[in-house]
């Protein structure tokens, strides 16, 4: 298989604060990753997709401005939760695709404050 | 509207029985189905994959089947064990694409 690693696992901080979720493929080089939101007891919710060295696309609905995405790297991309609120708080998950199969990382759990 | 429907929120099995849980998509355009397995508050873990050109396949105690007519997949879990209990997504889409996920089916294995 293929390992995907996020950090931090999970994070606690205040309102209006900005928060860093890294994501990365440990033994394979990945050009698209992709960044998922679950809700408790609902599905994952794709927020958006990030290709190696160009912008994300981001799916309806989610704020590029608010959820900033960078893939600086074939083995890295962060998403920035900038001027954090408490409806912010959920478990965000990463995968990166190898061939024809995604491997998903271990997810981070945000509490806003 | 869903694309990929999992129309069981919830699944109760004696262990050692046999667990089926269902998928039906509507984009007829979709080549490539999964099912991923999750515990809480940890990512998804991939299980196998089936590819439109095929009706089935396994893999070890894992058997999915495609009905390509019927829009439909299924996962077969044989024999079922507690460990087993989880929250099971399908996922379909085209290879090289992203995927669409259902809601999720969460299985209970009953000792």
């Known amino acids: 298989g293929a390992v995907v690693s996020q950090h931090p696992s999970r994070v606690i901080c205040k309102s209006g604060t900005s928060v860093k979720i890294e994501c990365r493929s440990l033994d394979f080089q990945a050009t698209t990753m992709f960044w998922y939101r679950q809700f408790p007891k609902q599905s994952l919710m794709l927020m958006a997709t990030?290709?190696?060295?160009?912008?994300?696309?981001?799916e309806q609905g989610v704020e590029k401005d608010k959820f900033l995405i960078n893939h600086a790297s074939l083995t890295l991309s962060t998403l920035t939760v900038t001027s954090a609120h408490p409806e912010d708080s959920s478990f965000y998950i990463c995968?990166?695709?190898?061939?024809?199969?995604?491997?998903f990382g271990p997810g981070t759990r945000l509490t806003v404050t | 509207d869903q694309q990929v429907k999992q129309n069981s929120p919830s699944l109760s099995v004696q262990e050692g029985r046999i667990s089926i849980l269902n998928c039906d998509y509507t984009?007829?355009?979709?080549?490539?189905f999964l099912w991923y397995k999750k515990y809480p508050a940890e990512g998804p873990t991939f299980l196998i994959s089936i590819s439109s050109i095929k009706d089935k396949n396994e893999d070890g105690r894992f058997t999915v089947f495609l009905n390509k007519s019927a829009k439909h997949l299924s996962l077969h879990i044989v024999p079922s064990q507690p460990g087993d209990s989880a929250v099971y997504f399908c996922?379909?889409?085209?290879?090289?694409?992203?995927?669409?996920f259902g809601p999720g089916t969460r299985l209970s294995v009953l000792p």
């Open positions: 996922a379909a889409g085209n290879y090289g694409q992203n995927f669409v």
């Open positions: 995968s990166a695709r190898k061939v024809d199969e995604q491997y």
């Open positions: 990030s290709n190696e060295g160009s912008k994300a696309t981001y």
């Open positions: 984009n007829s355009m979709f080549d490539y």
